[in-house]
Nanobody, 124 residues
Framework: QVQLVESGGGLVQAGGSLRLSCAAS????????VAWFRQAPGKEREFAAGISWSGSGTFYADSVKGRFTISRDNAKNTVYLQMNSLKPEDTAVYYC?????????????????WGQGTQVIVSS
């Protein structure tokens, strides 16, 4: 079993930065693909960023490419999402998800483990 706990959300002005963390328990986490999804009010959940087990592969949604950076520290069982140049449209609950690698890594159904989410609000 893997348990995920997100932290680092909050209120920030447009143009600002936040760093989200996803701390995991369970020794298999370091072998899993991990992604950040987000869900804005009234919208469907969407993929934001993903990272391979080794960290050598990173993937981003077009809407965040160039502004967000995903990374991981397997020694600490933690995945990070550095968010820069934030925009009001980035406002959402951000969820960390983990699971074995799947070619459908953009789809939430591919992940077995989810955190409870952390709220990010970007004011204009």
């Amino acid at each position: 079993q893997v348990q995920l706990v997100e932290s680092g959300g909050g209120l920030v002005q447009a143009g600002g930065s936040l760093r989200l963390s996803c701390a995991a328990s369970g020794r298999t986490f370091s072998s899993m693909f991990v992604a950040w999804f987000r869900q804005a009010p009234g919208k469907e959940r969407e993929f934001a960023a993903g990272i391979s087990w080794s960290g050598s592969g990173t993937f981003y949604a077009d809407s965040v490419k160039g502004r967000f950076t995903i990374s991981r520290d397997n020694a600490k069982n933690t995945v990070y999402l550095q968010m820069n140049s934030l925009k009001p449209e980035d406002t959402a609950v951000y969820y960390c998800a983990a699971g074995p690698y799947s070619s459908s890594w953009r789809r939430g159904e591919s992940y077995a483990y989810w955190g409870q989410g952390t709220q990010v609000i970007v004011s204009s």
